[in-house]
């Protein structure tokens, strides 16, 4: 039995585990159905694919809440009392949940729910709610939270991990912070007061090798110690300092998978050292997600490609003096993803919200920033490729690298999205943190509100679901280093930030009022979660195309081993 | 049978008021549990509401879903095939989420849920789920409504009522919908441009019976034509149109509740002309929700009141030249909302974020605009009020007014909350139609977005939803009219405002980036539709001391009557 369990806890535990495990079993019941319908010859089909996208849909989203839970009921056996009860109050409210969702499944796919339903009615149900989830319950585990400041979700990190968390922490806290809402108000570029202190402690080079001058110790990435450094910044401002490290991060994974040794030698370092900033240029105007159908094209020439066309979205394209362009090298449309390759486009560094890059040649680049709700302080561009010359020796990978640009880029995408649930974390923590503090200091009807039970059930069900989420980034980042994950990277991208929108929304209704207001800096976070479902991958397209795409791909291979 | 309704539908349609019947039975069930745990010797007891509030907020979301359900199941039966068959899709959904819902409070009431879950898993649920909410009916039903542009949810008006709703969205679609992006993006305040107009066709004068030079005919309130215009006005604009009737709408109702003749004969015409505008002070830094604790203080002096104290969040305070101001009037704090009336404050209207008004007695009042995300052309201000001489025929209702202010100002509040679900209807519809518009221009993957069954599922259920809060908030205003439909304007408000905030967040992500961009309207419909739920009482607020509260009691005096 885990010595930081009561022996009820230790009791509720087992059961929430043994009823993950048969919901468990009943989802891959679902799972092998749906890969039968969306099969045909034993393979998936893009056409029944597409006929059942609301059925994929939900199964990504099931298989994220079920991980979810799976992984922190695993994971708080070991860890602190408050974060084992949180663990059980995320598995209560999710299993309750999950029943629903299975059943819809069940129905639309055709299969008997009896044996569900008897499941879902039984007395352990019933005694895991209401010991776990119930109302008392979480009341008390609220207060509990409140009391902690809001410092849960222990996840075990290694001694280097721990320390720069810590670090990066008290310089979010520190420097970042007080800046934060002008540079979001205002809509200002990060400044270098920023960047130069990052660059000096190593921020853009987290998952660079160190025999590449970066701060992955023994030659591999070090995606936890990544993550908790976005999740520091991310807690001051998503946007002047946890997404600094998204494109080094995509950047240098590209690099590392697709680049010429020469190319690693020269570019990894300075990308570590944040000189130069980086920038990443994948979306077109008329193709969102669909990387595929990419036009903006290089044309050879003498020593090199001249691009033309159009990309947007491409963050920090100003500031930054070197962007990843995915090009359109191979001319024949019907080679789709197979004509991509990854150029790396050089250019002067741009304060502001306009620039102009013209070279001696007469190309030229032009860059927009695109104003937004939120997530200020990088700018996202709309950039205009004009003739603009781009030497052979920053084509990735060189001659052999043409035609890889596509799975360069889902190289690298694997790391964006880990990091970006790393960013979803940070803004969740500083949304609990600032309800916590309100909660605290607001009276209403002569008491504190953190004395009401309402505000104590929300704040331990935001609480929970922080948690459930920072567990979950934490295993996955663990699973990537160890070559995995490639398919989780996406779910808990997609989990983590669902939860953050949900998070931050109740954040703001615990400030009422005062959480609308722009003075108050809840009202920057929710603004902020918003983007995170919707950039480094959509949800419906991650849902979609790589987590439903993944899991019936497995279930169909575990039928055909089966028939074969 | 309904003409309108196939055989199949028809039968669907019996089965969706059978199963929501039996829903219902069990919810009072639930209620009437719960009553007994939160009263002591037969009366709701304040004590054991608190220890209830979980328990009690369910209710009120339960309660919400399921008379928005039971609204629009019974109104489409006369209806279009296409709100039939949104009603239906509605429905079902809504029954499956109902019966976890109610499981859990079956829960944690310490209820029997053998007979709940019998009925939930039935055979009648699973066609009802299969037939109208599966995906494959939500996809064809969200295509149907794409190819209606989002024209559905046809509530009957009356002739007078649908010829000013037509004569509302011209105008706003001509006028308003122009200038929106601007007043947004620039934080400027509603220009005269907007509101000579609004004034020449009434707007201003929606409740005000004819006698009184408004537009109410008959002598009697006509709230479904003030939901009608409100939002065709919000579709264009929550902030610089939709939004301007709230506050005479409070204050009309104050006065007809509690005014003198003269009051009444005086202000009302004024009111009704948009001359002076006005504004409603009640909030205050330190008190939320929490009206009778107001502290904002008047003192007798001769001929009149001096005002001293703080309000907070009072809209359109800069420009309006009348304000409506809760005032404690009786010093004894004992007297709790018994001290409290309402006092007309006279004032120059001011555009801009600061305004100070200097009297010649030396009285001052001070106003500040609260920057908010969204909500943005009327500002809502700070004020601090210090010895502002307010005259004795200020006073509403005169010196019997005097302690009159709590009740008068929940008799306007009724009016503010179901002209606030008109506010979320018009953001939704707004939104809806952007999605659709956007689906079908944007192509992916070689075809428009619209063909896509993911797609055509999120149109069909944010159609749903729409026309459920539609059906529903016209049906309450109806029973204002005659008399009732004080809590469920409470009601409407939360369902209406939770909704608009999912429809707003689901029509962003059908614009992937773009939806994120200040430069597409759908960014401006998500900002503004988060602050639906936070002001004119806030979903928390309502839920328990409104919603909860009434259905308690009711649930208690039905008790108590049997027992008797």
Redesign the interface.
């Known amino acids: 039995m885990p010595t930081n369990l009561s022996v009820s806890e230790s009791d509720l535990h087992s059961l929430a585990c043994m009823l993950l495990d048969r919901i468990e079993c009943a989802f891959e019941a679902a799972l092998d159905r749906a890969a039968i319908l969306c099969a045909r010859d034993g393979r998936l089909d893009g056409r029944r694919l ?6 994929c ?1 939900e199964l990504a989203l099931i298989r994220a809440d079920l991980l979810a839970a799976q992984t922190i009921v695993g994971a708080v056996a070991n860890a602190s009392a408050i974060d084992a009860a949180l663990g059980l109050a995320f598995a209560a409210d999710t299993i ?2 999950l ?2 969702k299975l ?2 499944i069940y ?2 796919c055709g299969l008997d ?1 009896c044996e569900l ?1 008897a499941l879902a ?1 039984g007395e352990n149900v ?1 005694r895991l ?2 010991e776990a989830g ?2 008392a319950a ?2 008390k585990l609220g207060k509990l939270v409140a009391d902690a400041d809001g410092e849960i979700a222990d996840v075990v990190l290694d001694e280097p991990t721990a320390m720069a968390r810590d670090a990066f922490r008290r310089f979010a806290g520190d420097v970042v912070a007080p800046l934060a809402e002008k540079i979001h ?1 205002h809509d200002l570029t990060v400044p270098e007061s920023l960047l130069q202190p990052m660059r000096e402690m190593g921020v853009f080079g987290l998952s660079i090798p160190e025999e590449y001058e970066g701060h992955a110790p023994g030659g591999r990435e070090n995606t936890p110690m990544m993550i908790a450094v976005t999740e520091a910044l991310s807690e001051a401002s998503l946007a002047a300092a946890g997404s600094l490290i998204t494109r080094p991060e995509i950047l240098a994974r590209a690099l590392m998978a697709g680049g010429t040794e020469q190319q690693k030698a020269h570019w990894l370092p300075r990308i570590a050292a944040g000189n130069p900033l980086c920038a990443i240029a994948i ?1 077109e105007p ?5 990387v595929a ?1 990419l036009a903006l094209k290089g044309k050879r020439t003498e020593g090199g490609w001249l691009l033309t066309g159009a990309k ?2 491409c963050t920090f394209a100003g500031k930054a003096g070197l962007l990843m362009v995915v090009t359109r090298t191979n001319p024949d449309k019907a080679a789709g993803h197979r004509g991509l390759s990854l150029l790396l486009v050089e250019k002067p560094s741009h304060d502001g919200h306009e620039f102009i890059c013209e070279q001696q040649g007469g190309g030229s680049l032009r860059g927009r920033a ?6 200020r302080g990088m700018h ?1 561009f709309d950039l205009v490729f004009e003739d603009y010359f781009v030497p052979d020796a920053n084509v990735v990978g060189g001659e052999t690298g043409l035609g890889q640009g596509f799975y360069l880029t889902m190289a690298g995408m694997v790391g964006g999205r880990i990091q970006t649930s790393g960013r979803a974390l940070g803004v969740m923590r500083a949304a609990l943190t600032a309800a916590i503090r309100y909660a605290k200091d ?5 008491a504190p509100l953190i004395d ?3 505000t104590q ?1 929300k704040i331990a069900r935001m609480a929970a679901r922080f948690a459930a989420c920072r567990y979950l980034a934490y295993a996955v980042g663990r699973q990537i280093d160890e070559g995995a994950g490639r398919m989780e990277a996406s779910l808990v991208k997609l989990f983590a930030c669902r939860s953050a ?1 949900s998070v931050t ?1 109740e954040a ?2 615990i400030h ?2 005062m ?5 108050t800096a809840v ?1 920057r976070y ?2 902020d979660a ?2 995170l ?3 480094e991958g ?3 397209t991650l849902a ?1 195309k790589v987590i439903a795409k993944s899991l019936l791909e497995d279930a169909l291979s575990h039928i055909n081993a089966r028939g074969a």
């Open positions: 597409d006929d059942n996208q609301g059925l849909y309750t949940g029943f629903g059943e819809a129905f639309e729910t339903q009615t019933r709610r209401n119930g109302m979480l009341a108000r979306t008329d193709y969102g997600s669909d159908s947007t979205w695109i104003p937004t709700i939120g997530y996202s607001r009276k209403v009807f002569h009401f039970q309402l059930i929108e929304r703001q209704q009422g009022g959480g609308y207001a722009e003075e009202s929710f603004v918003r983007v479902s919707i950039f959509a949800e419906e979609l």
